[in-house]
């Protein structure tokens, strides 16, 4: 079994569920006492937030990358961030070490590729809905994606960062997403992307008509699925 290394703290509620779901996984496909060998550095948010507003992605860039490298240190033999938005800084990370990175991006193509579904709706943070770095790597695989709107996408990404990263789940923030996603799937989307780690914590598959592709329990998968080969 590898040694799986965790970016996480992006935030940690989400990364809970990483370290939950790469375990249950394990100790279903193994049995017994086993559990996951992993490694998991849990960055302060608020930090890597604050370069977010500000635009400073190459500090934040460096900053997980030097996390990165700790863990190669310590014996990992693969990384996963443990966040969609975070991935726009994929290529700092890389630059400082010699083990690979598990996109994010690439694994949720892989599983919406073998449900023969052609659109996709996105949801996530407004820097994954409407910049190129996370799209791009979907579309690449002869999918197409569809965003919401200008002022959805506002009250989205509002929810993600005032009331999921913080554990905060409210009714009326599940109603909205929904009505969002039938949005989507009215435009065509014959599925749907959760493409910030936290939106699981909030949407489920009765949310919605059409499949959910919730990217946290995809990642999760993928990296036991690395760590047994």
């Given at each position: 079994?590898?040694?799986?290394?965790?970016?996480g703290g992006m935030s940690w509620e989400s990364s809970v569920e990483y370290y939950r779901i790469i375990n249950e996984e394990v100790k279903k496909r193994l049995g017994g006492l086993?559990?996951?060998?992993?490694?998991?550095h849990s960055v302060d948010f608020a930090e890597v937030e604050r370069y977010q507003v500000r635009g400073e992605?190459?500090?934040?860039?460096?900053?997980?990358?030097?996390v990165a490298l700790s863990l190669e240190k310590g014996g990992a033999e693969f990384i996963?961030?443990?966040t969609n938005t975070m991935h726009k800084v994929i290529e700092y990370i890389e630059a400082k070490i010699n083990i690979p990175i598990l996109h994010i991006a690439e694994a949720t193509a892989n599983q919406i590729k073998k449900s023969n579904i052609s659109t996709v709706g996105l949801l996530g943070t407004k820097f994954t809905m409407e910049q190129d770095f996370y799209k791009s790597r979907i579309e690449l695989n002869g999918i197409r994606v569809l965003v919401p709107n200008h002022s959805e996408r506002?009250?989205?990404?509002?929810?993600?960062?005032?009331?999921l990263c913080l554990g905060n789940i409210q009714q009326s923030s599940r109603d909205y997403y929904k009505n969002v996603i039938k949005s989507l799937v009215d435009e065509g989307a014959e599925g749907?992307?959760?493409?910030?780690?936290?939106?699981?914590?909030?949407?489920?598959q009765e949310d919605s008509e059409v499949p959910l592709f919730d990217t946290t329990v995809i990642h999760a998968i993928e990296s036991v699925n690395t760590a047994l080969e």
């Open positions: 079994m590898k040694t799986i290394g965790l970016i086993h559990s996951a060998k992993c490694l998991l992605w190459e500090k934040a860039g460096e900053l997980l990358g030097d996963i961030i443990c506002d009250i989205v990404h509002k929810v993600i960062y005032d009331e749907i992307i959760l493409g910030c780690t936290e939106i699981g914590l909030l949407v489920k």
